[in-house]
């Protein structure tokens, strides 16, 4: 080779060393934004595992709600049920005493009937005192027993009425706590959404840190390439200070790699 094919192949590989020095420090540019990327892939998926911990956590919570006043009605119908069986029966046992009041009022107004027509038999004498004071006895069991009769039918009523509105206020109750668990309903069912979501999220996240991670090997291993097939052409260039003889013909240059997309 003359003297001038020596500083020709010289300046060309120290043109090759400018570009592959400027290659790999566009690759490690290139790393440094995949560390970056991971970085924040990294928070994004700790966050959404963070976020879908908590909505678990909700759920769990509007479920135990929802349980809690799934009982308490499944409670408080049981104890209605209770009393209101209870009042229906004092209800009964009341009507067959009435009844039988009616009854005694009955006999007791028939006795009187008799005792003043026996009275009306004597105008005065032995017979006449005995028999109005069997009169004034038979009255006063008359009254007795309509007194009787007038103040259980007065309870008779005031204890259906009880029933009744008892019976109207278990209604309003029982809707009341029907809509509320209705409401516990719809929390749990919005909760069990957001749990999905977040979980979701969290896969998504998962699989873009995943992407990250993946494209973050492939630039490292491109910067590692590219710093060889700098470090190369240096040495490279560093032989023809070191030695006369001209590089051989057939030596081939490395390739320099390609970043990932």
């Known amino acids: 080779m003359d003297s001038g094919g020596q500083p020709l192949l010289r300046d060309g590989v120290s ?30 998926a700790e966050w959404a595992h963070d976020e879908n911990l908590k909505e678990v956590q909700r759920l769990q919570d509007s479920k135990s709600i929802l349980k809690k006043k799934e009982k308490e009605l499944a409670q408080w119908r049981k104890e209605h049920a209770e009393r209101l069986k209870a009042m229906r029966e004092e209800l009964v046992e ?8 009616e009854q005694q009022l009955v006999r007791a107004k028939e006795r009187l009937i008799r005792v003043r027509k026996q009275l009306a038999r004597f105008k005065s004498g032995e017979h006449y005192e005995q ?26 009523k005031e204890l259906k009425s009880k029933l009744r509105m008892r019976k109207d206020d278990a209604d309003w109750l029982d809707q009341g706590l029907k809509e509320e668990i209705q409401q516990a309903q719809e929390l749990v069912d919005k909760d069990m959404r957001q749990v999905r979501a977040t979980h979701s999220l969290w896969q998504h996240s998962r699989e873009e840190l995943d992407k990250a991670k993946e494209h973050y090997w492939k630039a490292s291993a491109v910067s590692h390439q590219r710093d060889a097939a700098a470090n190369a052409f240096k040495h490279r260039l560093d032989s023809f200070a070191t030695t006369t003889e001209p590089p051989m013909p057939n030596m081939t240059l490395p390739d320099v790699p390609r970043l990932p997309a």
């Open 94 to 101: 009341r009507r067959k005493e009435l009844k039988r009041t």
């Open 15 to 44: 043109m090759e060393l400018q570009h592959a020095r400027l290659t790999s420090l566009d690759a490690k540019r290139h790393l440094r934004r995949s560390r970056g990327v991971i970085l924040r892939a990294q928070r994004q």
């Open 131 to 156: 028999w109005h004071r069997l009169e004034s006895e038979a009255l006063n069991a008359y009254e007795r027993r309509l007194k009787q009769v007038k103040k259980q039918k007065r309870a008779a």
